[in-house]
Structure formats: C-alpha cells, structure tokens
C-alpha cells in the first residue's frame, strides 16, 4: 500500500546528526523524521514499526535558508545552583541554528511490510487529516500543516533518460542541468529503540522543486509524479 501527504509550514529544520550546538539543517525531511511526523499524526508512543517502510520525499517549494542565533545554557542541569534560588552558575552560550523558509514536500510512502495494525493506525489518521500530538516541521517551534493525497498503486518504470520528481540516491546516473540548484546529503533510513541512526545514504537533492534528469533509471509512477523509493 502506498499513501502520499503533502506537509507545509513558514519554516522547517532537520538537524543533521553532525552538528550540536552549531545545527545545520537537512534541505528535505530524513526517512527517520517522516517517521516521527506520521507517529504524531496517528498518536503513536512507539513508531519504530515504521523503520520498514520506504519513503520518497518531493520538493513542491523551498525559499532558500536563514541563520539565527539564540541565546542557551550549554549543560543546563549541572549549570544549576539550587543553593542560590535555582539560578545557573555560568554557561551562558549563543547557538547558530540554519531554518528552511517557506518549505512544502509531498511525501509518498509504501506501508507494504509495515505490519497490518500499525499500517491501519497510521493510514486510517491520514484518511482523517488528523493529529493526535503537535506536528512539527523537525524541531518543536516549526508547526506544520499537512493534507492527505491519497492511496495509489505504483507502476515500476525504467526508461533510458527521465525527469525524477523526488531526491533520487546519489548512485544514480544523473545529470546537472544548467538553471537549477543542486545538493548532496548523506541521511539516515533507520532508528532504533535508542536513537542510533543507521543504514546512511547519499542522496542527491534539487532544491527550487525542479525534477532531476536522469539516464537508465528505475522509478516508480505513483499518480502524476515519477519517483524513488528509499
């Protein structure tokens, strides 16, 4: 089974595991956040029944990034000083962190080896548009909106040169084309039950929602759009 959900918000941040206090940001929501979004959409406690589909993510619109600081604690709790009314000794630190602006995906996923109670839970809240826990852009001061786009039959394709809607595996043949803007990033396809990240893939990304040339491809017709899966 192979539902698709377009998510939108002003802004968006997927923190790449890389970085801590200096947070850089993915351009399009890892498999692992797609993951966290649906768990919070179907009101799951525990999502990582999820780690067994595939997902493919489409940039419909992305303005470009920001960088902001903000003033934090670095070691907040060992930095607290009950002893003079609850205050923090030291450890004051300002934190960079990059936001995606305007960012809106279509994000289609194949629920096929997703075990059936679980599958149904999530698929019966998308078919509601509802969320039982605060969706989030990636990080909990980016709400988001989302709309179901429905259920679809896949159609497995492979043509000699096609334009792919979706980030496509850095393997690929592909071609750069001259007025578009392009990124590579490596991100994760899995988590476990203590938040290690693993089975990493390099990922090519156009940003500005333009599809991606690419030659011998295999790609998946789900309704209008031509994709792959991860």
Request: glycine share 8%; aromatic share 14%; charged share 25%.
């Amino acid at each position: 089974m192979v539902v698709g959900f377009a998510i939108w918000a002003d802004f968006g941040h997927f923190s790449h595991p890389a970085t801590i206090y200096s947070s850089l940001t993915y351009p399009v929501p890892p498999k692992t956040t797609v993951m966290g979004m649906m768990g919070a959409m179907a009101g799951l406690d525990e999502y990582l029944g999820l780690n067994a589909m595939r997902y493919s993510v489409v940039v419909e619109r992305l303005e470009g990034k920001r960088q902001f600081c903000f003033n934090g604690i670095k070691d907040a709790l060992k930095e607290l000083d009950p002893k003079k009314g609850g205050g923090f000794r030291k450890g004051r630190k300002q934190f960079y962190r990059e936001l995606l602006i305007d960012p809106h995906y279509r994000i289609y996923c194949d629920l096929g080896d997703v075990e059936d109670e679980l599958r149904s839970t999530v698929v019966a809240a998308l078919q509601r548009e509802v969320a039982y826990y605060p969706l989030y852009m990636g990080i909990n001061f980016c709400l988001a909106n989302y709309r179901f786009l429905g259920e679809f039959t896949p159609k497995p394709q492979q043509k000699e040169e096609v334009w792919i809607d979706s980030i496509v595996p850095l393997t690929y043949d592909f071609v750069i084309e001259p007025g578009k803007q392009y990124t590579d990033v490596r991100m994760a396809r899995s988590v476990n039950e203590g938040r290690l990240f693993g089975d990493f893939t390099d990922y090519l990304v156009e940003t500005t929602g333009q599809p991606i040339m690419c030659k011998n491809a295999e790609f998946v017709q789900v309704g209008d759009e031509k994709i792959v899966w991860s």
